[in-house]
Nanobody, 118 residues
Framework: HVQLVESGGDSVQAGGSLRLSCAISGDTYSEYCMGWFRQAPGKEREGVAA????????WYADSVKGRFTITQDKSKNMVYLQMNSLKPEDTANYRC????????????WGQGTQVTVS
């Protein structure tokens, strides 16, 4: 079992930046990938960014490509989501998850952190 705790959500103005953090603890997860998801009220959950824990390859949803960057610090068991040029449509609850690489299938989930862009 893996525990995930997100932090860094806030209210910002359009055009601003935020960095979300995801602290990981528990069982080893290096054979998987880490993903960031978001869900706005009334909308389906959307995978926005993912990273291979071992290989470091990343991939992004088209809606955030060029604005968001996912990184990891394996020494600290942390995953980050740097969000730049934020738009009101980025407003959502953001959650990190251990995912099956190459998919958006989540295995373990954090509780989420709220991002509001006005």
């Amino acid at each position: 079992h893996v525990q995930l705790v997100e932090s860094g959500g806030d209210s910002v103005q359009a055009g601003g930046s935020l960095r979300l953090s995801c602290a990981i603890s528990g069982d080893t997860y290096s054979e998987y990938c880490m993903g960031w998801f978001r869900q706005a009220p009334g909308k389906e959950r959307e995978g926005v960014a993912a990273i291979e824990v071992d290989g470091g390859n990343t991939w992004y949803a088209d809606s955030v490509k060029g604005r968001f960057t996912i990184t990891q610090d394996k020494s600290k068991n942390m995953v980050y989501l740097q969000m730049n040029s934020l738009k009101p449509e980025d407003t959502a609850n953001y959650r990190c998850a251990v995912i099956v690489c190459g998919t958006w299938r989540g295995l373990f989930w954090g509780q989420g952190t709220q991002v509001t862009v006005s």
